[in-house]
């Protein structure tokens, strides 16, 4: 079970801050750092792969939570993430919705997939729900694909409108990244909070010791599917951000590789950890760009980095430097 207080800064049992940074002020630094970003880059290529990284980490964030701190096994992420971006998408294109209204649309239509499958399928466990969870995502496929009235089928859903605000399009790459940024931000900070609460106390409980948590008290089954379809509406938020920044959405972008992809890269990035799931999609945004011209070899070297990243550093590349330190003090002893 990871460590709240490790990972998102210095609390006291009262819930306030020791000497330090505290656990806000270290997140608000680190986005402070990101707004810097369209700046710095060259052009407005690197600042798509930028907004492509950060609904990444909304993406790999909100299955870590799951993930890393509930300790379920979902591989139906993807198919969420499709979820909130069809349904966005289709209220815009098919029914004249303000993308803005399309995103509560988004997350809400994701958590209620989520609610669905998450009623029989939580009452399985490791690799049962892992294969549950699975089928759904195959199930979300074939409607995304076959419902060519609704979603463009096999050719995607077109036309779909950038936000805007105060009547001006966020039609560009630069227009577009503080909304990206602004989004990422709201749901880390939810995350944060969320952990430090009374309720993310029960989440972190239930997934190291359900029979445990269940004797003080906390409803695990209730825990469990509450985190669950939470962490589908924050992927249903992606979606709606992805199609709108990007004006289209593709089958292929929400089937089952994507979701075993995520699976991936929240274990790369470091599962239950605060920060693992922005290394995560930072390796989840550029390997496939570094790769284009070698895509036989994408594949092999995700899986050639799980490994070793799982053999070196169990908990990912965010827990390096404490792997690290700790070598240190051994030899040092």
């Not at 880390?188 to 239930?206: D, F």
């Not at 929400?254 to 239950?272: C, E, K, Q, T, Y």
Request: net charge positive; proline share 5%; glycine share 12%.
């Amino acid at each position: 079970m990871a460590s709240i207080e490790a990972e998102t800064g210095p609390m006291t049992h009262s819930g306030l801050p020791r000497r330090g940074l505290s656990r806000h002020a270290r997140l608000a630094l680190v986005w402070l750092a990101l707004a810097a970003v369209p700046f710095l880059v060259p052009n407005a290529y690197w600042i798509s792969l930028a907004n492509l990284a950060l609904i990444n980490l909304v993406l790999i964030a909100s299955l870590n939570l799951l993930m890393g701190y509930g300790g379920q096994i979902s591989l139906a992420h993807a198919g969420f993430f499709g979820l909130g971006a069809y349904a966005s998408g289709i209220l815009n294109v098919r029914y004249g919705v303000p993308p803005w209204a399309g995103l509560p649309a988004a997350a809400t239509v994701a958590g209620l997939g989520a609610l669905l499958i998450g009623i029989p399928a939580l009452r399985l466990r490791g690799h049962y729900l892992a294969m549950a969870t699975l089928g759904w995502n195959a199930i979300l496929v074939v409607f995304f694909t076959q419902l060519v009235g609704l979603t463009g089928g096999p050719n995607g859903l077109l036309g779909v409108e950038p936000f805007s605000f105060f009547g001006h399009a966020l039609d560009t790459e630069a227009k577009a990244f503080p909304l990206a940024w602004g989004v990422a931000f709201l749901v880390m900070l939810a995350i944060s909070n969320l952990l430090a609460s009374r309720i993310g106390r029960s989440i972190r409980a239930v997934a190291t010791n359900e029979l445990g948590a269940q004797s003080l008290g906390i409803d695990s089954f209730r825990t469990k599917l509450a985190v669950f379809v939470l962490s589908a509406c924050m992927a249903g938020i992606a979606g709606s951000l992805y199609v709108h920044i990007n004006q289209y959405a593709s089958p292929e972008t929400f089937g089952i590789a994507p979701s075993i992809m995520l699976l991936v890269m929240v274990a790369i990035g470091g599962a239950g950890t605060f920060y693992g799931p922005m290394l995560g999609a930072l390796i989840y945004t550029a390997v496939p760009q570094i790769l284009l011209d070698y895509e036989d070899a994408e594949l092999m070297l995700f899986g050639l980095g799980l490994l070793v990243v799982l053999i070196l550093f169990p908990r990912g590349l965010a827990g390096v430097p404490a792997a690290l330190a700790g070598l240190v003090r051994r030899r040092r002893a």
